[in-house]
């Protein structure tokens, strides 16, 4: 009884003004009370000096390595996470727009763009929010549940660049390793898989605007087809990370299965600050990392390695830490008194899809996603008692690949993805303002006025941007958050590939499928963007360049790569060059982004990292 009340207390905070209503919240903790009473994470407290191996970061990549590095039972294991634990509130899909900005994420943002190259400019002081997971689980605690693997020759192009074991047919069995489809129709395919410990399903619920939005795609000739198959083009009703109704994140499904084994310790709420190395200085020995220090509840501890330290603190973090400890570029490290070990480009090739935020149209039925809709007592019941209803679903009910007229021109390399979602920035209160960062001016003159009509939205994403930018340190201190500058638009045709993909978009709505809704675009232009012809594309790209939209993928800031790329920070087995005992496995490591939403494929470089090893270490 005591641990129902200090965890509905600990709930008050998401029931505060404009949030969630409370009988809501109560219910939500009631049901994650009932199914998972003795099921959660032990936090260590006493942490021994020495393991074998040391996992930075518990979040997509790091739970997956912790669960196979502590199936050799000879082995130890410890993970460090920065945050704490899932709650109640994280394991219902639909109360995802509430998780960013609260403790569960870094809640970093970009720097402000030149002037020369601007965008993010409908958000406050012109910088995008960018949150990242700080919570076990990580980003997959914080996300839109969505699977998607990718494009089959984004890994086959990885391995073209000199990184021999990534081809698509190298990763595909680390795919099916961690599924368990709950999709009979899925499941019994070659590119599917049960029995893994990461749930993949539907959402039980949907809004008839998901079948409308799939007709559609057929409409413009595409089919409706598994986007995870053979070919990636089509439109097809989301598959999702998703257990019973509720979020299954990488903790849930890596972590909580094996937290009675007696050779891995997880300790929470401890942020690494160094990497610690050994040998190198002209001598003999080879530069080895022997370990970290980290701070927890104010005090700092240091661990040692006997094998590997294992750096899976995300695209963001990752370089981050490795540039703290004196690995990375050295002049930027010189000119913040950092003394560099070894000189790499850290940091280097920040890659990130981008599109369109609130492109928004309105039909006339109700029967949209909206805030007012899901907050009753009947369906949080239907939530609670039989794991379905609106609180089932993440919000984005549909996906589809599509070709613009500059995507390669066998049409099975799409360049641009859709996220569907029936509801807009308008649908939520003013919550989606607020993780978004939009200016009041902005939101208060094209959404506000819509805080009672119907309304449906497509986030145009680009999936393979020439544009790169770069993380930086703005210094020594590892508390402090770093320099973010996705530099995005820099490439011309990055902006003319999502204007093709925006006039895409508009066909959608145009289709029979959505026009028995009398579906019909938001005529309100961008402020900003008044000087252009609406929908022209000179009104198009400075649309983009001020509600920038990102759906929070950064990737490869610790490129992998042959001996003969400059641009390489980790070799085909993810180890850091020049650098014994220390690997990096996560998002940072992907040479190119991957054409989708990067979850699964993480979890996949887990899969395979872990693998890795197990086959170094039995040599």
Not at 142 to 165: C, E, F, H, S
Not at 237 to 256: D, E, I, M, V, Y
Not at 519 to 531: D, E, V
Not at 598 to 614: L, Q, R, T, Y
């Amino acid at each position: 009884m005591a641990s129902l009340i200090s965890g509905a207390m600990s709930s008050a905070a998401w029931t505060g003004a404009g949030m969630i209503p409370v009988f809501v919240v109560g219910l939500a903790y009631l049901r994650y009370s009932m199914y998972d009473p003795e099921s959660r994470v032990v936090d260590v407290l006493e942490v021994r000096d020495e393991y074998d191996f040391i996992v930075v970061g518990a979040g997509s990549a790091g739970a997956v390595i912790a669960n196979r590095l502590s199936e050799m039972q000879n082995w130890t294991v410890l993970v460090l996470e920065a945050g704490g634990d899932e709650t109640e509130i994280s394991d219902v899909p639909s109360f995802v727009g509430y998780l960013q900005l609260s403790d569960m994420d870094w809640q970093y943002k970009t720097a402000p763009p030149s002037s020369d190259n601007p965008y993010c400019l409908a958000m406050v002081h012109d910088r995008c929010n960018w949150p990242r997971g700080k919570v076990l689980g990580g980003s997959s605690v914080l996300n839109a549940m969505v699977y998607v693997r990718g494009n089959q020759r984004d890994y086959d192009m990885w391995a073209a660049a000199g990184n021999p074991g990534w081809a698509y047919a190298d990763v595909l069995p680390y795919f099916l390793k961690s599924e368990d489809n709950r999709n009979p129709y899925l499941a019994r395919t070659k590119y599917h898989a049960r029995g893994g410990y990461l749930t993949v399903s539907e959402a039980p619920w949907r809004t008839p605007l998901a079948t409308a939005f799939v007709a559609a795609g057929e409409e413009l000739g595409y089919q409706n087809r598994d986007i995870n198959g053979q070919y990636q083009n089509g439109f097809m009703l989301t598959q999702t990370t998703t257990r019973r109704g509720s979020r299954c994140s990488t903790a849930k499904a890596f972590l909580r299965p094996i937290r009675l084994r007696p050779n891995i310790h997880v300790s929470m709420h401890s942020q690494v600050t160094r990497i610690h190395f050994s040998g190198g200085n002209g001598g003999s020995d080879k530069l080895r990392a022997t370990g970290v220090t980290y701070l927890r509840n104010g005090k700092r501890r240091t661990v040692t390695a006997r094998k590997e330290v294992i750096l899976s603190a995300g695209a963001i973090g990752s370089p981050q830490l490795l540039m703290v400890s004196g690995v990375g570029p050295a002049d930027h490290l010189t000119e913040l008194g950092i003394k560099p070990v070894v000189d790499l480009k850290v940091g280097h090739n920040l890659q990130d899809h981008v599109g369109l935020g609130g492109l928004t149209f309105l039909i006339d039925d109700p029967i949209t996603f909206k805030k007012s809709r899901f907050t009753s007592a009947s369906v949080a019941l239907d939530y609670i008692m039989n794991e379905r209803g609106p609180l089932t679903s993440s919000g984005v009910e549909g996906l589809a690949f599509v070709n613009t007229k500059y995507a390669d021109p066998s049409g099975e390399f799409p360049d641009i993805q859709f996220h569907f979602a029936p509801s807009s920035v308008n649908s939520d209160g003013d919550q989606i303002r607020k993780i978004t960062g939009l200016r009041d001016a902005v939101y208060n003159t094209v959404y506000k006025p819509l805080v009672n009509a119907e309304t449906w939205t497509l986030l145009p994403l680009l999936l393979r941007p020439k544009s790169s930018g770069w993380v930086r340190l703005k210094s020594k201190n590892p508390l402090a958050h770093p320099i973010i500058e996705p530099n995005y638009f820099a490439h011309r045709e990055d902006v003319q590939v999502l204007v093709d993909g925006i006039r895409i978009a508009f066909n959608v709505s145009n289709t029979a499928a959505f026009r028995k809704y009398n579906s019909r675009p938001l005529l309100t232009p961008m402020p900003g963007c008044k000087k252009f012809e609406l929908f022209s594309d000179e009104y198009w790209e400075c649309a983009l360049r001020h509600f920038t939209f990102t759906i929070y993928h950064p990737a490869g800031t610790c490129k992998m790569g042959p001996d003969t790329d400059p641009d390489a920070v980790v070799d085909h087995r993810l180890r850091v060059r020049g650098i014994d005992g220390l690997r990096v496995i996560d998002a940072s490591i992907m040479p190119n982004i991957i054409s989708g939403n990067p979850n699964a494929p993480v979890i996949m470089i887990g899969e395979k990292g872990a693998d890795m090893i197990k086959k170094d270490w039995s040599s």
